[in-house]
């Protein structure tokens, strides 16, 4: 099992940017598919990325590709989301999520999920 906790949602001007966090705990972070997701007040909750065990296959939301990077350091157990260019509609709480198996971009491919961080974009 592994618990999930993000960091460095906040307020930020649209054109901004910010860079989420993600810290795992236990020993086998390396061996699991981790993936950001968001929701937005009133919306079904809805996926931003995801990245392999590896780091070296990644895939992304239409509306975030070529703005956010997701990224990896298995040392560490941290999973990261950096987010430039952030529009108003970016707004959402944003969540870490986890799988053994191959992750996708739908909520049910992963078992394993933080608390959520707050990213506010102000336009």
């Known amino acids: 099992q592994v618990q999930l906790v993000e960091s460095g949602g906040g307020l930020v001007q649209s054109g901004g940017s910010l860079r989420l966090s993600c810290a795992a705990s236990?020993?086998?972070?390396?061996?699991?598919?981790m993936g950001w997701f968001r929701q937005a007040p009133g919306k079904e909750r809805e996926f931003v990325a995801t990245?392999?065990?590896?780091?070296?296959?990644?895939d992304y939301a239409d509306s975030v590709k070529g703005r956010f990077t997701i990224s990896r350091d298995n040392a560490k157990n941290t999973v990261y989301l950096q987010m430039n260019s952030l529009k108003p509609e970016d707004t959402a709480v944003y969540y870490c999520?986890?799988?053994?198996?191959?992750?996708?971009?739908?909520?049910?491919?992963?078992?394993?999920w933080g608390q959520g961080t707050q990213v506010t974009v102000s336009s």
């Open positions: 236990g020993p086998t972070f390396s061996t699991y598919v």
């Open positions: 999520a986890a799988t053994l198996y191959n992750g996708g971009p739908r909520v049910g491919d992963y078992k394993y």
């Open positions: 990245i392999s065990w590896s780091g070296r296959n990644t």
